[in-house]
């Protein structure tokens, strides 16, 4: 019998993510382009410049509308026939606003990819704006409105966004709008912020995946570099600035039986040096089941099924004038909210006298780091995070550099991060609950002036 030598695994092969080729189309479109072997579904992200704080004020929610409209009908087909043509493609395209500016998003088999660019270039050239399409857009955004804020999670993070920022700046007020601005749009006004702002000089289309035998140039010169459009009058975007001044509001909600936790302040973005300590020490906190806000409040009390502390961009330039929003969030029992909230305080105490652990800083790196290629199995996963960093202003590299800066990110470092990111004299909380249960209770822990809306 011959026994043969048990295979010994490789040298690991270092994983970086994909860096794209940059390109120009006639009409001005910037072109982010990533081949990726293998992935036979392509993956297309739109970024148009139009952002939230473009809309005018009483028709807040434009964007929105203007956004689900543009797969709902254009000059050579109605809504329906649109829908037929994509099916026939395989393809799915959506399109949602935010306040950097607008996405649209595309998949479709390589092998239908030409049809289908076809049909991306139609919408952003040439929508229809029905007005039928339009009010039927409206009637829904309008449906969805009551639904958004009986939700306890959607209500706290509006409050906390009206507490944060000043009125005068658009981030305060509800993304997609309330129900007396979006009650105003019409055709007309859709027109008119797609007329100023969705321009090809200012857009930037993201393609991923195997472009084996696809001439993509030329196919997106036939197809997007039709369209045509002026150019766009620069607009200054207004720094974000925040009043973190440490206190409570309370959304009341009689007979609640549990009230929704949403702690948060605005701290550095992604173009501050310290983000990678800060999404290192951040998750260390409470990004997993095994984070210490988890081992305290959900392991050792029993007060909730999971809280999360987290750090999500909200603006970003290469100005300096954008922010990302450290927040923690999370649902606990009616009657156990004042604990939760004093347990919260005291994680973060003992966090800031202590610092972080080799270990936590480890599991930090590995959850972070090593899965990383996994996330990006797929081209819609790459072309997402490319889409990022051009809504952010970011280089085309800073995914690919972030990684080794998270690997090479020291323990001290990340505490120093998550403890200034997360000062307990200067966090706002949002509580969503039931007010005469837990008014009491969270006043006297001391945390900060309480008020309480309806």
């Not at 081949?35 to 704080?53: C, F, M, S, T």
């Not at 766009?232 to 001044?245: E, F, G, I």
């Not at 003992?350 to 480890?362: I, P, Q, S």
């Not at 020291?410 to 200034?420: C, D, F, L, R």
């Amino acid at each position: 019998m011959t026994f043969h030598p048990q295979p010994q695994p490789g040298e690991p092969k270092p994983w970086a993510f994909p860096a794209p080729e940059r390109g120009t189309l006639p009409n001005g479109v910037t072109l982010l382009t990533s081949h990726r072997p293998g992935q036979q579904v392509i993956a297309v992200e739109v970024v148009l410049a139009a952002p939230l704080d473009a809309e005018p004020e009483a028709l807040e929610g434009v964007a929105t509308i203007m956004a689900r409209a543009l797969s709902e009908g254009t000059d050579e087909h109605s809504a329906e026939e649109f829908a037929a043509e994509l099916e026939r493609c395989g393809a799915s395209l959506s399109a949602h606003a935010d306040h950097p500016g607008v996405r649209v998003s595309l998949e479709v088999p390589a092998s239908r990819l030409d049809k289908a660019l076809s049909l991306l270039a139609e919408a952003l050239r040439a929508p229809a704006f029905a007005e039928s399409e339009v009010k039927r857009l409206v009637a829904n955004r309008l449906d969805e409105i009551p639904h958004e804020l009986a939700n306890p999670a959607r209500r706290a993070a509006m409050a906390l966004s009206k507490e944060l920022f000043p009125s005068t700046l658009r981030i305060s007020r509800p993304r997609q709008g309330t129900e007396e601005t979006v009650r105003g749009i019409d055709a007309a006004a859709v027109r008119e912020f797609y007329t100023a702002h969705v321009l090809p000089a200012t857009s930037t289309v993201v393609v991923v995946g195997d472009f084996t035998g696809i001439d993509l140039p030329a196919l997106l010169t036939e197809t997007l570099g039709r369209w045509t459009g002026g150019a766009a009058k620069p607009r200054p975007r207004p720094a974000l600035t925040s009043d973190d001044t440490a206190r409570v509001v309370i959304v009341d909600r009689p007979g609640a039986v549990q009230t929704q936790l949403l702690i948060g302040r605005t701290g550095p973005d992604r173009q501050d040096p310290v983000w990678a300590a800060q999404v290192l020490g951040t998750y260390s906190l409470g990004g997993t089941l095994t984070s210490r806000l988890d081992r305290v409040l959900r392991e050792e009390k029993g007060y909730t099924y999971g809280v999360r502390a987290f750090a999500q961009v909200l603006l970003s330039s290469a100005d300096g004038t954008g922010a990302a929003l450290l927040a923690i969030s999370g649902s606990v029992a009616t009657e156990v909210t004042g604990p939760a909230l004093a347990d919260t305080w005291q994680v973060i105490r003992t966090l800031a006298e202590g610092g972080l652990t080799e270990e936590e800083r480890d599991v930090a790196v590995q959850n972070l780091v090593g899965v990383a290629p996994l996330r990006y199995e797929t081209a819609a996963a790459v072309a997402d995070t490319l889409a990022d960093q051009v809504e952010q202003e970011l280089p085309d590299d800073y995914q690919a550099r972030l990684y080794a800066r998270l690997a090479a990110t020291g323990t001290v470092e990340a505490t120093a991060a998550v403890v200034n990111g997360f000062p307990l004299d200067r966090l706002v909380v949002v509580l969503v609950g039931d007010a005469a249960s837990i008014e009491e209770p969270v006043r006297a822990l001391g945390i900060g002036p309480v008020s309480v809306i309806g």
